[in-house]
């Protein structure tokens, strides 16, 4: 009498697969549902500031970075404003580069006051960055003289 396990291996392979599967299409379904509503760690703050402060993070204390937080999140309704400003210029661009005969000239304009615009809030967001640094005590900001390993 001879066992047959071909039937029964097939059946486990099935169901891995479908497990696998479905591990796949929850991961795909979180990433999509994440990206879309907008939920993502942090407090929500405008990504241009975020990026100002991520090299501080690793160099400077907690407290310190918490200190420089606090006094970017007052600039925080000034930098939306210029990124709805930043979008509505992009918009603009977009159906000036769509035209059947696009004016180069209204372009270069659009691309030259999105220039600014993205320059202004720059230096707005990197000198209220280290108005807030050299605020801190001199033993705090000592770690950013330090390289950094990388």
């Known amino acids: 009498m001879t066992i047959d396990l071909k039937p029964r291996r ?4 099935l169901w891995l ?4 599967s479905l591990a796949v299409n929850a991961f795909v379904l979180g ?3 994440t990206e879309r509503l907008g939920f993502r760690h942090g407090d929500g703050g405008p990504r241009a500031v975020k990026m100002e402060l991520r090299w501080l993070k690793d160099r ?3 407290d310190s970075v918490t ?3 606090a006094s970017l999140d007052k600039l925080k309704p000034d930098v939306l404003t210029r990124l709805q400003r930043l979008k509505t210029l992009r918009a603009e661009l977009a159906v000036l580069a769509a035209a059947p005969e696009p004016d180069r000239a209204a372009i270069d ?3 030259r006051e999105i220039r600014i615009e993205v ?6 967001i990197q000198s209220r960055t280290f108005d807030s640094v050299l605020a801190l005590p001199a033993d705090q900001r000592a770690a950013l003289g330090k390289p950094q390993d990388d």
Not at 10 to 13: K, L, N, P, V, Y
Not at 17 to 20: G, P
């Open 67 to 69: 200190t420089i937080e």
């Open 31 to 33: 990433a999509f549902v």
């Open 10 to 13: 097939r059946i486990s392979w």
């Open 109 to 111: 304009e659009h691309l």
């Open 17 to 20: 697969a479908l497990v696998c």
């Open 60 to 62: 400077l204390s907690p």
């Open 119 to 124: 320059g202004a809030m720059q230096e707005q």
